[in-house]
């Protein structure tokens, strides 16, 4: 699916988003199908769709994982880079080492805490280890 996302249109990045979380349609549900129910979803609502995305990343210099969640991935990840963070910046660069979607803020929130708790940080730390 991503080998056919332009990223030119914000309603159409929540079918890339979908396809790169792992999700896969019904079988004989071609992309065009896709496409017609993502944009009738998005541009038929009567509020726009908001998807946050909890995500965490590695210092490649340091012992060091962070987690966060954001509405812009790329923009955030970016920021992390560059140093405009204040948290993260002695820690920079960093690589993304997981990342979730969810629809609301709440439910962001909620996974957000889990990844920052001693049982999520194991599980981040084990995915670093066997990134199989």
Not at 61 to 85: C, F, Q
Not at 102 to 113: L, N, S
Request: glycine share 8%; net charge positive; with cysteine.
């Amino acid at each position: 699916m991503p080998g056919w996302w332009n990223g030119r249109h914000e309603g159409l990045k929540i079918l890339w988003l979908y396809g790169c979380a792992g999700s896969s349609p019904a079988s004989g549900t071609t992309q065009r199908d896709i496409l017609f129910i993502v944009c009738l979803s998005f541009f038929c609502s009567n509020q726009r769709m908001a998807m946050y995305t909890v995500y965490a990343i590695k210092s490649l210099t340091r012992n060091y994982i962070y987690v966060g969640m954001t509405s812009d991935l790329a923009k955030r990840l970016e920021r992390h880079n560059m140093g405009y963070e204040q948290t993260t910046k002695p820690y920079r660069p960093f690589v993304m080492i997981y990342s979730e979607i969810v629809e609301t803020r709440e439910e962001a929130r909620i996974r957000e805490k889990y990844f920052k708790s001693g049982i999520g940080k194991d599980f981040l730390r084990k995915l670093i280890h066997n990134p199989s």
